[in-house]
């Protein structure tokens, strides 16, 4: 009798065979363990398949609840992982409300029905991920496995280690297509039939293995097999390259993939010439190469487990080495800038400008490793926002325009009038393409000239494929060169006497970077007479609103005006600190500093009059990122500015500081332009405005106390205002918004705050209009002039002002 546990197991090893990539990477035959009490055994048994499977399985009851009654360890982990809701609590209840009525159906199979549906797992403590689950009706019972989809990437490493394990194999392994020709065989196929796999690569194995004693029944059987997507066992003749017949057990078997598309066929053969004609045992054949099966495939999914724990133990390698080296070479830069501002001798100043040439170069090596790294891994993200082309090109001309007239070369851009004005898409990739092919032309030509041509290849609806090219004069390339320019770490000029630098990752980048924005890239060259490098990229039309050029930005003043204005610097690293203090300091803003979070909590309490917040995101003791979300949760500090500042430039690590509270983002090494560029566009246009007219509150009372008390409910009223300013624009809710402006416009001319009153009345006037990009707009003013009458407020609340009222 077989038990319910079995039963429940073997429909579970059942469904992993039949629908799982997985099933063709790890099935390898096997030499048939023997036992001397009992014939052939599996290697494991069901109960051990079913405590080892990564693949989460559960059974339920069949009635409508569908509590679990049994769970094996992977699905146990998973569920686990899940923040369920509700006190009795059945499968169903561990995924999202909108999977709820699925869920039911799936579950609510007959008996022998199989059902498969696909949902996202969202664990408390991970990002989600897609799930494949597949419920088959057993008795009382329901039986449901619980797929993660792998990425390919990781797919096709554990095919290698896959097939580096069937080559070890004895028997004999046939992978084909969903059309039956043959893809790859192993080892022992190839030295039992004398064929090998580039001989008989694309053909179907019928073609070649059959002959005079082969089974026409047989093999018609097989053919219906593949016809109709179904498995097949038995015996036949086969033949060897040489004409030798041999005959063998055989079970081939369809590999279905995500959306129960059929992806291959794998055959798998003993050589059973030399047996006895044992029917028993060549009946239990099916179920042994089974089992095995399933202990391959287990065996398997624990590499695929390594593998991607090796890939994300490579990208935290990577992004760590990324912020040792710049974090010291943040220094190199901010203090090499320091020193050509003194008085240099002219020798001196050259050290220094080459100095800075050489951190340059490194910086972009650095950066180049990151990306590179990025992109092998598939963590490359594009953003999209509309952007002009011509003014990409624009600025590629004054970028790099004076290296090739330095040279003596002729630069020459155009774009071609059929190019749209605006497209939406990733204009920081597409310029770092153009870069790369433009400096590798500068490069590599030291007469004649550089050209650079835009022209559109189509425009559709809903896309714009562009098209690139950049053609030079230099020294050309050979057609092996040619075959391998786009290849990783390949470098043309790569002997003892380089005439060139690079790492050889520029060109694999650009490739990368082009194919992510929908694109190809191609290039031709003659030896001495240049290179004609073209790429397109693929882009979407700018509607209306995203096509009108944005309004001129406000002329930045001198940072002169950043005098007076007080910046809290959080950085442990000594040699930073001394960098970014005396930049700041040398423009005459005051500086506290602090060497992690909690120094920075205790700078923030006793210097209420802080306007900005320059954080390091990695510190020991309380790090950027938990003391900016302790900053955030404070009321008192809701208006003060915070910019990070990192070594960890992804995307991802970008996302983790926004969405801690930072109003912006900076990659050292830090560029001091850029240092003072971030602090005027954040601070208010004077360091000490006058925001509050105290005249307007002495007017009110000759009590300083109650003077005091009265600016402090402002406070507390401003802030909350301001967040319910802030929640209603970006819901939006225009009418909550202008009820809030108006009720806060009163409230501040009541306390002499009448620019403040004045900008609440425009914003309520947008509002009203409903003109969300104006009342956007005007929401960035009034967040900064409302921190600036914070900071006057709290100094007639703590200082001496409304003494003079005796």
């Given at each position: 009798m077989i038990s319910t546990r079995e039963r429940v197991t073997g429909l579970a090893c059942e469904l992993s065979v039949m629908n799982k990539m997985l099933f063709f990477m790890g099935c390898t035959l096997g030499a048939m363990v023997k036992s001397e009490e009992n014939g052939s055994l599996p290697l494991i048994g069901y109960d051990t398949i079913l405590d080892h499977l990564d693949i989460a399985l559960v059974v339920t009851n069949a009635d409508a609840r569908h509590d679990m009654v049994y769970q094996n360890s992977a699905a146990v982990t998973m569920l686990a992982a899940i923040d369920p809701v509700g006190d009795h609590l059945g499968f169903a209840d561990y995924f999202a409300a909108e999977y709820r009525a699925d869920l039911t159906r799936l579950l609510g199979v007959e008996r022998d029905e199989t059902r498969q549906m696909e949902a996202v797992v969202h664990p408390a403590d991970s990002p989600p991920y897609n799930v494949e689950i597949i419920a088959r009706g057993v008795d009382h019972v329901v039986v449901v496995s619980v797929y993660r989809f792998v990425h390919d990437l990781v797919k096709n490493e554990a095919f290698t280690v896959a097939t580096a394990v069937l080559d070890n194999s004895d028997e004999l392994v046939i992978l084909t297509d969903s059309l039956g020709d043959i893809e790859w065989v192993n080892a022992a196929f190839e030295r039992r039939t004398g064929w090998s796999l580039g001989e008989i690569m694309g053909k179907n194995p019928a073609s070649f293995l059959n002959g005079p004693l082969t089974d026409p029944l047989v093999g018609k059987g097989i053919a219906d097999a593949v016809n109709q997507e179904t498995p097949f066992s038995g015996e036949m003749w086969r033949y060897t390259k040489n004409g030798e017949p041999f005959r063998v057990a055989l079970r081939l078997q369809p590999v279905i993939g995500r959306n129960n598309r059929l992806e291959h066929y794998i055959s798998l053969s003993i050589d059973i010439t030399d047996q006895s004609d044992d029917h028993e045992a060549l009946a239990q054949l099916p179920l042994v190469l089974e089992q095995r099966a399933h202990v391959r495939t287990f065996e398997l999914e624990r590499e695929l487990q390594l593998s991607m724990a090796a890939n994300a133990a490579k990208t935290a390698f990577v992004s760590t080495m990324s912020h040792e080296i710049r974090t010291p070479l943040n220094a190199i830069v901010?203090?090499?800038?320091?020193?050509?501002?003194?008085?240099?001798?002219?020798?001196?100043?050259?050290?220094?400008?080459?100095?800075?040439?050489?951190?340059?170069?490194?910086?972009?090596?650095?950066?180049?490793?990151?990306?590179?790294?990025?992109?092998?891994a598939g963590a490359m993200t594009l953003t999209n926002a509309p952007f002009e082309v011509?003014?990409?090109?624009?600025a590629l001309e004054s970028v790099t325009g004076w290296s090739a007239h330095e040279k003596g070369l002729q630069f020459v851009t155009s774009v071609d009038d059929a190019v749209p004005l605006v497209v939406v898409g990733d204009r920081l990739r597409f310029t770092e393409v153009l870069l790369n092919l433009v400096g590798n032309a500068i490069k590599f030509t030291a007469t004649g000239s550089v050209r650079v041509q835009v022209s559109l290849v189509t425009a559709e609806a809903d896309a714009i494929i562009v098209r690139c090219d950049v053609v030079d004069t230099g020294i050309g390339m050979t057609h092996d060169v040619m075959e391998h320019v786009f290849d990783t770490f390949f470098q043309a000029d790569s002997g003892a006497e380089r005439n060139y630098g690079g790492a050889g990752l520029g060109l694999v980048i650009t490739k990368g970077l082009v194919e992510l924005m929908g694109g190809t890239i191609s290039v031709e060259s003659t030896p001495t007479v240049g290179s004609h490098f073209s790429f397109t990229a693929q882009f979407r039309p700018a509607t209306a609103t995203e096509a009108t050029p944005p309004p001129l930005p406000v002329e930045t003043a001198s940072v002169t005006r950043l005098r007076g204005a007080t910046v809290l610097v959080v950085e442990d690293n000594p040699f930073n600190q001394d960098v970014i203090v005396t930049l700041l300091e040398r423009v005459g803003v005051d500086v506290v500093v602090a060497a992690n979070g909690v120094q920075a909590l205790a700078a923030m309490s006793e210097a209420p009059t802080t306007m900005l917040v320059l954080m390091d995101v990695q510190m020991p003791v309380m790090n950027g990122i938990e003391a900016t979300r302790a900053i955030r949760d404070n009321p008192a500090w809701d208006n003060t500015v915070i910019v990070g500042l990192t070594a960890n430039v992804s995307a991802e690590d970008e996302r983790h500081c926004r969405e801690a509270g930072m109003s912006d983002v900076l990659a050292k090494p830090i560029a001091p332009e850029l240092l003072y560029r971030t602090l005027e566009r954040f601070l208010p246009t004077s360091p000490r405005p006058r925001y509050v007219d105290p005249d307007v509150l002495r007017s009110l009372t000759d009590d300083p106390a109650k003077i005091a008390r009265f600016a402090q409910k402002f406070v507390e009223v401003l802030t909350v205002s301001m967040k319910v300013i802030r929640d209603a624009t970006a819901a939006p809710d225009l009418a909550a918004l202008a009820r809030e402006a108006h009720s806060l416009k009163s409230s501040a001319m009541m306390v002499g705050a009448q620019g403040f009153g004045e900008q609440c009345a425009a914003l309520e006037r947008a509002a009203l209009d409903g003109d969300l990009p104006r009342a956007l707009t005007l929401l960035d003013a009034l967040t900064m002039v409302a921190?600036?009458?914070?900071?006057?407020?709290?100094?007639?609340?703590?200082?001496?002002?409304?003494?003079?009222?005796?």
């Open positions: 901010g203090f090499t800038h320091l020193l050509a501002e003194t008085a240099l001798t002219e020798e001196q100043a050259a050290f220094v400008e080459k100095t800075q040439r050489a951190a340059a170069m490194l910086m972009d090596l650095v950066s180049d490793i990151l990306d590179f790294s990025k992109i092998d011509r003014d990409v090109i624009d921190r600036g009458v914070s900071n006057e407020l709290a100094l007639i609340i703590n200082s001496d002002l409304t003494a003079r009222t005796d």
